[in-house]
C-alpha cells in the first residue's frame, strides 16, 4: 500500500523527514505528509500502476447540455 521508511530512504536517498520532502518535490513524486510529519508515497506510484477507476457509463445531465 505504502512504501516503508528503509523504502523512502532508499527511493531519495535521505534519512531525515524533512530532506525525504525536498528529494520527493524535487523528484515529482506525489505524497502526503502523516500527523507524525513523515512523507507517505503509494507504492503503486512508484512502480508505475494506476489505481484510478474507470469511469462509469452514467454521465448525469446536470445543465441538459
Known amino acids: 500500500m505504502?512504501?516503508?521508511p528503509d523504502e523512502l530512504a532508499v527511493l531519495?536517498?535521505?534519512k531525515v523527514k524533512?530532506?525525504?520532502i525536498d528529494s520527493?518535490?524535487?523528484m515529482g513524486i506525489p505524497f502526503f505528509i502523516n500527523?507524525?510529519?513523515r512523507p507517505i508515497v503509494a507504492r503503486a506510484t512508484v512502480e508505475?500502476?494506476?489505481d484510478r477507476?474507470?469511469?462509469s457509463g452514467w454521465n448525469p445531465s446536470v445543465l441538459g447540455i
Open 24 to 26: 520527493l518535490r524535487r
Open 35 to 37: 500527523a507524525c510529519g
Open 48 to 50: 508505475g500502476r494506476s
Open 53 to 55: 477507476r474507470a469511469p
Open 18 to 20: 524533512s530532506k525525504q
Open 12 to 14: 531519495t536517498g535521505r
Open 2 to 4: 505504502f512504501l516503508s
